[in-house]
């Protein structure tokens, strides 16, 4: 049901839609009229629907706005906001009004849940036995409510007791918003692989089925927003959180992201198996200097525009986020918390943005004792606000942090409608919710969803589909199941890696090791963990193959786990070194959060699996691909370099771009989009039909893929662009289309695409987006390096 103010506005865009009036005043009863009556009389017919608006509801809009501000309702049980047949917005602007100052910068804090609870599995989990502590919540909170609660990871038993007292024990009775982390499972549930394997699958489908699932296993304990997907640009891989993306490309992080937000978020919020996602950092944060974490970034508006901010765009404007994290770092000197063009200008206004800003944990503090842009706590509070920020993370004392909002509304240094702005945007993602009207998780809810039997099956799915096969020499993969030894060697041999943002401990933590054992039951599996390389060589000497299980842990890879270099960590370089010249047949399985430059690898071992961080199923998903029961399909989503040097490398560069030095050719080590299989494909008959002069239509784009192997497969299909001749510089070609297609042996299959006019937007040298006429080359095939090409002239 849409807003009073809302309303007005879009009467004539309702005209368009032929929407008559008798629908949209039909809070009093219909109002019939002709569409043509309608354009004659819209004068007048605007001032008696916005009548009907304010008197047709039984306790007024306008005669809310007017109340005294804080003053109690005479008739609390009807007031507007507390109607669930009204709408959202008058709802909002009923609540405000009744609110005083001290209420309303309440809404804007956030809360550690661990201190409501009588005791904890650590600092930020309540324990599973815990229970709600009252007084120790009235001695913090008092009687002005929160707006929200974050590091208690409830049950519903423990949501359900902290949400009725905090209902109960503020004057308007407004409920708490339960904020969690769940970037590729939530808590103690269902272990799904990282996002970067979510990438490698290039199956949005899979991406929203993941986002669902996170999602009811969320709010089945009562926890209302995850803060998921990460929407950053890996762009530059010695960052430590590379392992939290979907790669270094605009296109294929904007497409996944919008599958993970609307399966996170459903089609509507008001449910008991959806929640507000959260995509961040918003914006540029994957692109540091030097790689290290929140540190500046250094991009023009144009880059900006043009890159980093289309990871962000679909996910706000056609998945309707209702919440963005502010990100840490500044760009060309300001600090995104300080940035009111980006939150702004570009969010709200052109975007149309809805929902909360979040600061990142502590990004508004360092406004003052970092950036240096604020003279004091309260000044970094208030001008963090005024730029677009709804909510602060934890960045200063609560006590601190609402006078100083207190403070500056009564010196006129924030104004009341930039506070307003900001309660409103909690309000209604609270309403959105459905928390006023149900603010109760049903507790027999999660013992069906926590873990249930077909978000473990998509867990593994998803690892399956990741799995990327990077070298196969001679054919040493898939590998005979009539082994009789093995070796597993290796520091990643023996344990589930995860990644970030998850803990070992949990789920079934399937390891290479055990995968393998179920794999081969009647063979003999050995297993070292290579700290000692001698014992070691010594194992793999009796093995007929050698499977190596090397890369990064959660000590080398993660937030804050950045590094200056791209190698094999430790020692593990002269273990592969040392394996490999014993002559037996190896496979490298490789569990890393970033791209590591294993030049000596690709040059030296035959076989290399890149597995990322792949779950709790990893193990036997690694198994099954090194065995033949999955036929890998993964695609990279990330340049390899071949050296620190090569940095920045990514594909879709700027034709100026230059990668040539006296000791290196420049080349990456792997492509982006780059991928084997045990199968072969071939790409025949790219077709483009650009739309006919003056029409604003799509480009439709067909390309024939065929299986030429004897094994059935999958393929990701993928499409590419550039602008031959350009008003800016453009990329020498940039992702527009991808398909992920299973073939059987020596089918084919035409795949089809549409590439519509926004992607081939510039923002010209008059700040403006135009597509522009001309020539454009096209690519098909299986990575970045596609070679079947075709042009199509655009005309005007």
């Given amino acids: 049901m849409q807003g009073c103010g809302t309303w007005l506005r879009s009467l004539r865009t309702d005209l368009r839609h032929r929407r008559y009036a008798e629908k949209d005043c039909r809070i009093n009863g219909p109002l019939t009229v002709t569409r043509r009556r309608i354009r004659r009389f819209q004068p007048a017919l605007l001032f008696v629907c916005s009548l009907q608006l304010a008197f047709g509801l039984g306790l007024k809009c306008h005669l809310a706005r007017g109340q005294a501000r804080g003053r109690p309702s005479p008739v609390a049980s009807k007031a507007l906001y507390r109607r669930i047949d009204a709408p959202i917005e008058c709802r909002i602007d009923d609540l405000i009004a009744r609110m005083t100052l001290e209420e309303k910068v309440r809404q804007l804090d956030l809360y550690s849940g661990v201190a409501f609870v009588s005791k904890q599995r650590d600092e930020t989990h309540a324990a599973p036995d815990a229970v709600f502590l009252p007084d120790k919540a009235e001695t913090i909170l008092g009687n002005r409510g929160v707006g929200g609660i974050h590091d208690l990871y409830p049950s519903p038993v423990q949501a359900n007791a902290i949400q009725e007292w905090v209902i109960g024990h503020n004057r308007l009775g407004i409920p708490a918003l339960f904020i969690e982390e769940a970037l590729h499972g939530f808590d103690t549930g269902t272990v799904f692989p990282a996002p970067i394997n979510l990438a490698a699958t290039w199956n949005a489908d899979l991406a929203e089925r993941t986002g669902a699932a996170i999602a009811a296993e969320a709010r089945a304990t009562g926890v209302d927003m995850i803060l998921a997907p990460v929407l950053d640009l890996a762009r530059e891989p010695r960052w430590g959180r590379v392992e939290e993306d979907f790669g270094e490309d605009p296109y294929i992080t904007g497409e996944l992201g919008l599958a993970y937000l609307r399966g996170a978020q459903g089609e509507r919020l008001d449910t008991d198996h959806t929640v507000v996602g959260e995509p961040k950092h918003f914006a540029a944060h994957g692109s540091p200097e030097g790689g290290a974490n929140t540190s500046p970034v250094h991009i023009g508006e144009r880059e900006l525009r043009t890159v980093m901010l289309r990871a962000f ?26 940035d009111s063009f980006l939150l702004k200008d570009i969010l709200r206004d052109e975007w149309g943005f809805r929902g909360l800003v979040l600061s990142d944990l502590g990004a508004i503090r360092r406004l003052y004792d970092v950036h240096h842009v604020a003279a004091s706590p309260d000044a970094a509070v208030c001008m963090a606000v005024r730029s677009g920020v709804d909510m602060q993370f934890y960045d200063f004392d609560h006590d601190l942090f609402q006078k100083a909002l207190i403070n500056c509304v009564q010196h006129d240094v924030l104004g009341e409608v930039d506070l307003d702005r900001a309660v409103r945007s909690v309000l209604r993602v609270k309403f959105s919710l459905g928390l006023f009207d149900n603010p109760l998780v049903k507790s027999e809810l999660n013992a069906s969803v926590h873990r249930s039997p077909d978000h473990l099956q998509l867990s593994l799915e998803s690892a399956r589909q990741s799995m990327t096969l990077l070298k196969n020499e001679g054919g040493l993969l898939p590998l005979s199941k009539s082994l009789r030894r093995i070796a597993v060697i290796g520091p990643n041999a023996d344990v589930a890696r995860y990644g970030d943002y998850e803990q070992e401990l949990n789920g079934l933590h399937i390891g290479l090791l055990e995968g393998l054992r179920r794999t081969l039951p009647v063979g003999t599996v050995v297993y070292d963990s290579g700290s000692d390389i001698p014992a070691a060589v010594a194992k793999a000497k009796d093995a007929e193959v050698v499977v190596l299980g090397l890369g990064e842990s959660p000590e080398t890879s993660g937030e804050g786990r950045d590094r200056s270099n791209l190698d094999l960590p430790g020692n593990q370089e002269e273990l592969l070194e040392a394996v490999v010249a014993t002559g037996k047949p190896i496979v490298l399985v490789l569990e890393n959060g970033r791209p590591l430059t294993i030049r000596w690898a690709k040059e030296h071992v035959p076989a290399i699996l890149e597995a990322w961080y792949p779950g709790e199923f990893g193990g036997q998903a690694i198994a099954e691909t090194l065995f033949g029961d999955n036929n890998p399909a993964g695609r990279l989503t990330i340049t390899f370099p071949r050296s620190v040097g090569q940095l920045p490398d990514f594909y879709n560069i700027d034709p100026s771009t230059t990668h040539k030095y006296v000791d290196d050719d420049g080349q990456p080590l792997f492509p982006f989009g780059f991928g084997l299989s045990y199968t072969r494909f071939r790409y025949d008959h790219l077709v483009a039909k650009p739309p006919a002069p003056r029409l604003q239509s799509a480009i439709l784009v067909s390309v024939d893929a065929k299986n030429v192997g004897q094994t059935e497969g999958d393929e990701v299909v993928q499409l590419y662009l550039r602008h031959d001749v350009s008003s800016v510089e453009t990329p020498v070609r940039s992702l ?41 080359t096209l690519w098909a095939g299986g990575s970045s390096e596609a070679s079947v090409t075709t042009k199509f002239v655009l005309t005007q």
């Fill in 313 to 338: 765009e679909p996910a706000v404007r056609e998945g309707k986020a209702m919440s963005v994290m502010a990100a840490y770092h500044e760009i060309d000197g300001i600090p995104v918390t300080a």
């Fill in 736 to 776: 527009v289309g991808f398909s992920r297609i299973r073939l059987k042996p020596l089918e084919t299959k035409t795949v089809s695409f549409r590439i519509s006019r926004s992607q081939l937007a510039v923002w010209n040298v008059s700040r403006r987006w135009i597509v522009e006429p001309g020539s454009y």
